[in-house]
């Protein structure tokens, strides 16, 4: 968002205070075959088995029994609208 609207006349003056955030995650940091927080590691070609694997560890940790492959979903974000929270069904 910043790079499109850094020409803008309100903004171009000021690009030097002027930052974004970019959006997605940073696969350095976040990678599967190496996270250190992951209790199976897993890449392309074993991404289906080590994502069961992963969630069924963290059903595990957290008493979730009887929910068979029920997707569980979490979310880092303000509790607003425009968000799409109400997209989520209970």
Do not use: M
Request: with cysteine.
């Amino acid at each position: 968002y910043a790079g499109e609207i850094s020409g803008h006349p309100a903004v171009s003056s000021h690009l030097s205070k002027f930052h974004g955030v970019v959006n997605g995650i940073d696969v350095d940091i976040w990678n599967p075959e190496e996270d250190q927080f992951l209790p199976f590691h897993y890449n392309a070609d074993s991404c289906t088995e080590g994502k069961a694997a992963c969630r069924q560890a963290l059903r595990d940790r957290l008493g979730l029994t009887g929910w068979g492959d029920k997707p569980i979903i979490g979310i880092v974000s303000r509790l607003t609208g425009q968000k799409g929270i109400s997209l989520i069904k209970h």
